[in-house]
C-alpha cells in the first residue's frame, strides 16, 4: 500500500511538473504559446498550471525572457514531493536538519531528469507531426521547442532518402545523458537524503 500511495502521488505531481515546465520552455525558446489557438496541449497546460503560476509570477517577474515563476513553482513542487515520500517511508523525516539542504539539491536533479523526459516526448511528437500530419496547427508549437537542440545534429547528419534522422540522433545522446550523469547525481544527492533522514 505504501508503494501503491507514493506511485499515485509520484504521478500527480509530476504531470503537474511536466505542465509547469512546458510553459517554461515555451517562453525561453519563444514556442507558441497561447490558449485556444488550435493546440490543445497548450490548452490543457495553461489550464493546468494557471492557478499557480499566475500569482508566482506576481512576486517572481521574468529575467532576459525566462518564466522563473514557472520555474520555481517546478522546484517547489518536487521538493513537496520528495518530503512526503521521504515522511512516508521515514515519519521522522523532518526533523534531520540536513534533510533540507538534501531535497533541495535532489529536487533540482529530479526538475532535470523530468526536462530531458520531456524533450524526448516533444521529440516524438514533432518528428510524428512531420511525417504524418506536416500541416498540423501544432506542429509550430513543438518545431520551435526542438529546433535549438536538432540544429546540431542536422549540421552533421545529412537527409538519407529524404529522411532526417537528426530527432533519433538527440534521442540517443538524451538517453545516454540520462543513463551516465543524470543518473549519477540523482543517485548521488538520493545517498545524501537517506543518509540525512537516517537511513
Known sequence: MTQALIFVIETI????????????????????????????????????????VKPMRKIVPGILGLDFASLLIAWFAEVVLLLVKAAIVVPT????????????????????????YLLIGVVI?????????????????FDALVAPFLRPFQRIIPLIGGVDLSPFALLIVL?????????????????LLWLTTGG
Open 93 to 116: 523525516a523532518f526533523l534531520h536538519a540536513g534533510v533540507w539542504p538534501a531535497v533541495a539539491l535532489l529536487a533540482m536533479v529530479s526538475i532535470l531528469k523530468l526536462s530531458i
Open 175 to 191: 538517453q545516454v545523458v540520462l543513463m551516465v550523469p543524470v543518473a549519477y547525481f540523482e543517485k548521488s544527492a538520493g545517498v
Open 125 to 141: 511528437v514533432q518528428a510524428i507531426l512531420s511525417w504524418v500530419s506536416p500541416y498540423h496547427p501544432a506542429r509550430p508549437f
Open 13 to 52: 505531481i509530476n504531470l503537474f511538473v511536466l505542465a509547469v515546465l512546458t510553459r517554461f520552455y515555451a517562453q525561453a525558446l519563444c514556442a507558441p504559446f497561447r490558449a485556444r489557438a488550435g493546440n490543445p496541449i497548450v490548452d490543457f497546460v495553461v489550464a493546468l498550471t494557471d492557478f499557480a
